[in-house]
């Protein structure tokens, strides 16, 4: 009887090899890069992906896609392109490759993205592939910042096909080191109330919290659980007063996660600055001064003139003078004093701060738009403080 022969075991690996990159696009004093634009286009600096060149070209206004691109185009929308450059070879070579754009507000963390789900071809005849359709004008405004744009567009380059045989490596290794989870964590401990030692009760509802972590957050929940001056028999339940339970529980999520609180559920607008409003006042009381931040930049964008003078009344009790200086300069750049004074929320101005009235008649009598306004050389007989 024959012997049997020995059997060997062989394995190989087909892999595909990429690179990844991130450019993230800048645009300082975007309204006048808007009038001041030729072309009605802006675009980055070349950066390099995968050993090849790119640029982000973005179009306010909307752009003609290719006629190869087969894409609607809307002009109702801005438009957002990934460009394949020559670099300094002078020549391109047809590369493939996927996309991803962001639009991000910097302050807030606000942001809107679009991926291109397939694999694109880049080449001499094609050197670009985008969106016709971003982001929608009406809601551009929630993503400017201090008349600042911020778009990221990330890039996977497929390089090429390598087959290799299977081979043990016990050195070299690219460690992937995963993202930080401990926000997620401490969201995770607030809505266990594991381990919790204090609650709050704010009016019905019962809010249960850590002290170490309210003291750590917050100068005041340290003074208040910490502090020499505390009532030691009400530190292990406190009422809160003058504040609703969502915001309270919205105020509890900052501390504990550093992020702004989603308001998914708030459907209207309106509802969405009253609940910011009501947070800028928690993050007042309670000392938060970067929530406090996130809070004024999200109304310092979305000013209008039925609400601007509670706006400015809030900034003033509430000492957030970017706030204030933004609604004062959105009055009289858009020469609505007339309109403005005539509204209810003036009336509360007045009551409530009428130092702040009285700031923003002085620096209206001192711009040339509302000078523009005198009648026979006089202001316009307007009530300041009567």
Same mark, same amino acid.
């Given at each position: 009887m024959a012997s049997e022969s020995p059997r060997t075991w062989s394995a190989s690996v087909s892999a595909v090899e990429t690179a990844h990159g991130t450019h993230s696009f800048r645009i300082a004093r975007y309204s006048l890069h808007k009038k001041a634009s030729?072309?009605?286009?802006?675009?980055?600096?070349?950066?390099?992906?995968?050993?090849?060149?790119?640029?982000?070209?973005?179009?306010?206004?909307?752009?003609?896609?290719?006629?190869?691109?087969?894409?609607?185009?809307?002009?109702?929308?801005?438009? @957002?392109?990934?460009?394949? #450059?020559?670099?300094?070879?002078?020549?391109?070579?047809?590369?493939?490759?996927?996309?991803?754009?962001?639009?991000?507000?910097?302050? #807030?963390?606000?942001?809107?993205?679009?991926?291109?789900?397939?694999?694109? @071809?880049?080449?001499?005849?094609?050197?670009?592939?985008?969106? #016709?359709?971003?982001?929608?004008?009406?809601?551009?405004?929630?993503?400017?910042?201090?008349?600042?744009?911020?778009?990221?567009?990330?890039?996977?380059?497929?390089?090429?096909?390598?087959?290799?045989?299977? #081979?043990?490596?016990?050195?070299?290794?690219?460690?992937?080191?995963?993202p930080s989870d401990l926000s997620h964590d401490l969201r995770k401990l607030l809505e266990s109330e594991e381990e919790a030692d204090v609650k709050f009760k704010v009016k019905e509802e019962v809010f249960h919290a850590h002290k170490i972590v309210l003291a750590m957050r917050s100068p005041v929940f340290k003074a208040e659980l910490y502090g020499p001056m505390r009532d030691k028999g009400m530190v292990e339940s406190i009422t809160i007063q003058g504040m609703d339970p969502a915001v309270f529980k919205g105020l509890l999520h900052f501390i504990y996660t550093d992020r702004f609180p989603r308001m998914d559920d708030l459907v209207e607008d309106e509802e969405q600055q009253d609940m910011v409003k009501h947070l800028l006042v928690a993050a007042d009381r309670y000392g938060m001064e970067r929530l406090k931040s996130m809070c004024e930049g999200i109304l310092c964008s979305n000013l209008d003139v039925e609400s601007v003078a509670y706006t400015m009344a809030l900034a003033g009790q509430h000492h957030c003078s970017k706030l204030k200086s933004a609604c004062i300069e959105f009055i009289i750049n858009s020469n609505l004093m007339d309109v403005v004074v005539a509204s209810q929320g003036y009336e509360h101005l007045k009551r409530a701060c009428p130092d702040v009235a009285v700031e923003l008649w002085e620096n209206s009598a001192k711009s040339p738009i509302t000078r523009s306004s005198c009648i026979g050389g006089q202001l316009m007989n307007y009530p300041i403080l009567n």
């Open positions: 030729v072309n009605k286009c802006f675009y980055s600096a070349v950066f390099t992906v995968g050993g090849h060149d790119w640029r982000i070209r973005y179009c306010p206004d909307g752009a003609e896609p290719p006629m190869t691109m087969i894409v609607n185009s809307s002009y109702d929308s801005d438009s @957002v392109f990934l460009e394949l #450059t020559a670099g300094d070879g002078g020549k391109l070579v047809e590369v493939r490759a996927t996309y991803g754009f962001r639009m991000v507000n910097p302050v #807030t963390g606000i942001s809107y993205s679009r991926n291109d789900s397939g694999l694109q @071809v880049f080449h001499s005849n094609r050197r670009s592939h985008g969106f #016709t359709m971003f982001v929608r004008k009406v809601e551009q405004h929630k993503y400017l910042q201090d008349d600042c744009l911020v778009i990221e567009c990330d890039v996977m380059v497929v390089k090429e096909l390598q087959v290799k045989e299977a #081979t043990c490596v016990t050195s070299g290794f690219d460690i992937q080191v995963p």
